[in-house]
């Protein structure tokens, strides 16, 4: 595929594998013992204050706009992708995809907070359609509050089996008409069901919005937006039917991309049927392994699951960003491409890996911490939590280890 994720790795540092993975896991077993011995009461509970930015910057008409921009983009790129050549290298629907759009949203989404939300073309889609049919924005029924997260699971697993797995995933053809069904789908539900179905069901609308909650600015319990700390927003995600599920489908996936990186297993050629059953069984085992660790704090604990997955995303797809991200930009302004001749240093990428994953879980195993201490009693919270930090050190190790092969 030409959009290969693996550019460098940790080899390029003055270190050894070995020395990586034992510091890694020691990393988050410190930073826990350490947060269990000075942590005694909650911090982050509470409503999420902080300090208020420009109220222009947060009004219908901006957001209109920029709506309405990203849907002339996307229109055009799906035309592009259908009508224009079917090599990715002139054509710019999979880079759009796989790298600004996926890849990118992550990054953007931490500094900025959930920017999908405010860019989603769907949600002008949407509203132009409803506008022309003369049907109300709000939806005609009432949006069933079991289904949670459960459609953005389902359609986050859709678009890695595409991404990862599906025959001709790099065809121009084939990302433009994921594209088109993914929109017309998503338009046809919020008919019914009003806006707010892309607020959970949209999957990256959700990816966005829970990597967001991790940025510095976000939406204050006043309803204005403002700086605040990270860890408040974290704590503040809803939790909802299929968060678990959703989590497991970003941490799976990103761990069978790191693993189907490696060479022993590209030898290998396992044919479509059997990547998909071992992408599947990843999520589920991802899953399993999380609700087994946290037993009835499984819902409650999960969000302190995201800074791990955003983390990883950033380690795992550094490279595909720094080297195809411009790449796909000097694509989308009509020029064409040449040859990769600006590959980052092999020990600069493996630094921001490293510090990826381990900033990652760190900030995981603070935020469990965190929210342990506002749910459990006193006697059961260092024993409680103990299941949960070990499966972070092993998810630690495990994502240096697939960074040191891949």
Do not use: C
């Not at 953007?108 to 769907?122: D, E, F, H, I, M």
């Not at 605040?228 to 970003?250: E, M, N």
């Not at 911490?369 to 749910?375: E, F, K, N, Q, T």
């Amino acid at each position: 595929m030409v959009l290969a994720h693996g550019i460098g790795g940790v080899d390029g540092l003055p270190l050894d594998g070995e020395l990586v993975l034992q510091t890694g896991g020691v990393v988050v077993l410190v930073s826990f013992l350490a947060v269990a011995t000075l942590w005694k009461r909650p911090r982050f509970a509470g409503p999420v204050t902080g300090r208020p930015l420009p109220a222009v910057l947060d009004t219908p008409s901006l957001r209109s706009a920029l709506q309405a921009v990203t849907l002339a983009g996307a229109v055009a790129i799906v035309g592009y992708g259908f009508a224009g050549p079917q090599d990715p290298d002139v054509n710019p629907a999979p880079r759009a995809l796989y790298v600004l759009l996926w890849v990118g949203l992550v990054p953007a989404s931490l500094v900025l907070g959930p920017v999908w939300r405010v860019l989603n073309p769907l949600r002008l889609l949407h509203r132009l359609t409803a506008t022309a049919l003369r049907r109300p924005a709000h939806g005609t029924a009432p949006l069933p509050d079991r289904l949670g997260y459960l459609p953005a699971a389902a359609g986050l697993l859709v678009f890695v089996w595409l991404e990862l797995v599906a025959p001709g995933r790099d065809r121009p053809a084939v990302v433009a008409t994921f594209l088109l069904a993914y929109a017309v789908l998503h338009t046809l539900a919020a008919l019914r069901f009003g806006e707010r179905w892309f607020d959970r069901a949209d999957a990256f609308e959700a990816y966005s919005a829970l990597t967001g909650a991790l940025a510095p600015i976000g939406r204050l319990d006043t309803g204005r937006i403002g700086l605040r700390s990270p860890f408040r927003g974290l704590t503040a995600v809803p939790v909802a039917p299929g968060l678990i599920g959703f989590v497991a489908v970003w941490w799976g996936s990103t761990v069978f991309d790191g693993l189907t990186g490696w060479v022993g297993w590209e030898a290998w050629a396992l044919p479509p049927v059997l990547d998909t059953l071992v992408l599947l069984g990843l999520v589920l085992m991802v899953a399993g392994l999380y609700r087994a660790a946290t037993g009835p704090l499984a819902g409650p604990l999960v969000t302190t699951l995201v800074p791990i997955a955003a983390g990883y995303t950033i380690a795992h797809y550094a490279t595909l960003l720094l080297v195809e991200g411009p790449r796909g930009l000097t694509q989308l302004a009509g020029s064409q491409l040449g040859a990769v001749t600006a590959v980052p240093a092999p020990a600069i990428v493996a630094g921001i890996q490293i510090a990826a994953v381990l900033v990652g879980h760190v900030v995981a195993v603070v935020g469990a911490h965190d929210r342990s201490v506002a749910l459990l009693p006193e006697h059961r919270r260092l024993a409680d939590q103990v299941p949960l930090v070990l499966l972070m050190v092993a998810y630690t190790m495990v994502g240096l280890f697939l960074l040191v092969i891949s």
